[in-house]
């Protein structure tokens, strides 16, 4: 099983234990709700579980993503195709991040969310030829590649990269600003 598998095993459980609910008892709560689209299923699990965004927004995932073959790596999908060469980008900042300590890795339909008690980075790519890291963190000045995001955005700053080559010193340590503000 990979990173990737087990922190979304670990997330799940997580849900279930908030809940005291099995997933398939979500599951068939989701499905008497009578709501098939995604953002609708996310606000239900929000305003009658009391989940937050993320929690919520992954569970409507896996429940309306179809079967998926064991042993399936998410990362693939995300870097396949057109963006099969944003991986190294992906690889390098996470060999950096690693060394920061603990935290939880939550693959996304099109990107991951690292968490510790909160979400601290969203990193994946944005376009076919370009990859975003997202941080939240407080307080450090936006530059020219430290891009200011609009506020109740889920992320409060933005860095471009077209090449793992960028993954730099200056990248690095906002992200570790960022991991030691998620807690």
């Known amino acids: 099983m990979s990173d990737v598998e087990k922190a979304l095993a670990t997330q799940l459980q997580n849900i279930q234990n908030k809940t005291d609910k099995s997933l398939d008892q979500l599951k068939k709560l989701i499905a008497g709700s009578g709501l ?17 965004h ?12 179809p079967a998926e073959p064991s042993g399936a790596d998410p990362l693939d999908e995300i870097y396949s195709g057109t963006k099969a060469h944003l991986r190294p980008i992906h690889d390098a900042l996470m060999k950096q991040i690693e060394k920061f300590g603990e935290f939880e890795v939550a693959p996304k339909k099109g990107y991951v969310s690292l968490r510790r008690k909160k979400q601290f980075a969203m990193i994946g790519p944005a376009t076919q030829t370009r ?24 992320c409060d700053y933005k860095v471009k990269l077209t090449d793992a080559g960028e993954v730099d010193a200056e990248l690095i340590d906002w992200l570790r600003t960022a991991f030691e503000a998620a807690g």
Request: proline share 2%; glycine share 12%; net charge positive.
């Open 54 to 65: 993320g929690d919520a927004n992954t569970l409507a995932h896996v429940v309306r993503a």
């Open 131 to 154: 990859f975003e890291v997202g941080l939240n963190m407080k307080d450090v000045a936006a530059t020219e590649r430290l891009a200011a995001m609009p506020s109740k955005g889920m």
């Open 36 to 52: 098939s689209k995604h953002g609708e299923i996310r606000d239900m699990l929000k305003r009658d579980l009391g989940l937050g």
